[in-house]
């Protein structure tokens, strides 16, 4: 059995774009991701340094590349895009370990 892969994507925000603007666009992509087949749970934090963390949990590592490759044809991608900080965003995919359940 593959283990739930997560997509942890961490970034600043360009300079005027304000954390209210952003979060709105990000809500945009969820119809695009929760129509992706594995997708689990998603979670869009703030720092006090202003840096974000966009964590998203896919069922699988196959799963997680794939929808990664495809969210960056949308619409959508290149405002996303424009809204991060030139040279601050970093992605990486991790196999989830275990995972604590409410």
């Known amino acids: 059995m593959s283990k739930h892969a997560a997509e942890i994507v961490t970034f ?4 005027g774009v304000s954390p209210a ?8 992509t969820e119809a695009f991701v929760r129509a992706q087949d594995g997708f689990v749970t998603r979670h869009l934090s703030r720092g006090a340094d202003g840096s974000w963390t966009d964590y998203v ?4 590592m196959a799963t997680a590349q794939k ?7 949308q619409d959508f991608a290149a405002e996303v895009v424009a809204a991060l900080a030139p040279d601050s965003a970093a992605m990486r995919h991790e196999e989830v370990q275990w995972q604590m359940t409410p």
């Open 12 to 15: 600043k925000l360009a300079e």
């Open 67 to 73: 929808a990664a490759q495809t969210f960056m044809q």
């Open 21 to 28: 603007d952003f979060t709105a666009l990000m809500q945009r």
């Open 57 to 60: 949990v896919w069922k699988d």
